[in-house]
């Protein structure tokens, strides 16, 4: 009865995170259609509601671990990855829309970077009690891997000859290479956890990092070209990263519900 | 000596859980009480509940937890019921 309750509520989850990807993602197509304009002002505002749920989600996380243990430790990390990528938008909208500026380089590009380790740190924070069980085997296929993801990236980059400036060229290759970096951990806690409950938050880090890869390829293929801007089809998949990372760390909310609130006698259930 | 050797079990178990984290050791405290309506210290007769619901949450690397606990009880690993605790928790 438990297991099948726990499949439907997987089902369900599922379900909805489809649900909020392709709405998400025809919003932005509607608003491209009727023109660039309504597409950057949306863009820019969607990016205000959606990264913020990710911080949200990501400060109750850490705030019911606390900090004992490595996992309260690795949601700290999430916390200020969270809220590194959510400044990053608002800097990203207020230079847009504000100053009229172009949001890139610009002062987001410092946040966004800033979020990189805080998320690795994350993650090496989370599989550490686990270390045991991680192998070489794993460790050198989820590099390979990294690097599998990585190459056409790079290709993209170094092969555009574009008015940019270096300066921005070797910015717009460094998401890239720091999603590779980050690509690691993820790929090993699918491995490790699988079949287990938190699996699921895992799955949903691992695309969603993936479809970071994609987005910075593309946002780096098309600024190279001159042809992207806010509300480009591109920003989708931004949108869906940070769409899949929420969703991976309100399973892990559901998960460690604690049962414990249930029960009046804790110290009889030691 | 026997209640000794079960309080050590215990605190191992107890040990490597809060280590990964307060809310890793609550689902586990809860979910042995909701399955088997047991608690940490009938997983010493028990030590397969610990183990399944380990696994129910972390999958396969819930061994390393297991081989966490066991590192706890290094001191102790050769006395019997220790021994069959740990070759129990470990199947």
Redo the contacts between chains.
Sequence with gaps: M?KLQTRLETLQSQKFILLSLASTGIAILIAEYIGKETASIFTNWIFVPIPAAMLILSIIMAK???I?????KAWIAFAVFSACWFIAEQVWLVEELFYHQKPFPSGADFFYIAGYPAYFIFAMLYLK?????ITKKMIVSSSLVAVAVLIPSMYWTLENNSGEDQFSIILGASYPIADAIVLVPAIIGIT????????FLWSLMLVGILVEVVADTGFQYFSLDNSYYTGHPVDILFLWSYILFSFGVYDNIK??K???N??TD?E??? | MNDARKTLA?LAI?KAL???????Y??V???????YHS???DCYENPEYLSRVL???????????I??IKKQLDDVSRQEEIINFVMKISE
Excluded at chain 1, 192 to 199: A, P, Y
């Design positions: 438990n019911k671990h606390g004992t243990g490595n996992h309260g009690p686990f270390r045991s069980a490790l956890f699988f079949g287990g409950k938190v699996n998960v460690f604690s049962k414990m249930s029960y804790k009889n259930l030691r | 215990v107890e809060l280590d990964v984290g307060k809310p890793t609550n689902e405290l809860g979910k042995l009480y909701q399955d608690s940490i210290s696994k129910e949450l972390y999958g396969q690397s819930h061994l390393a937890i081989e966490s």
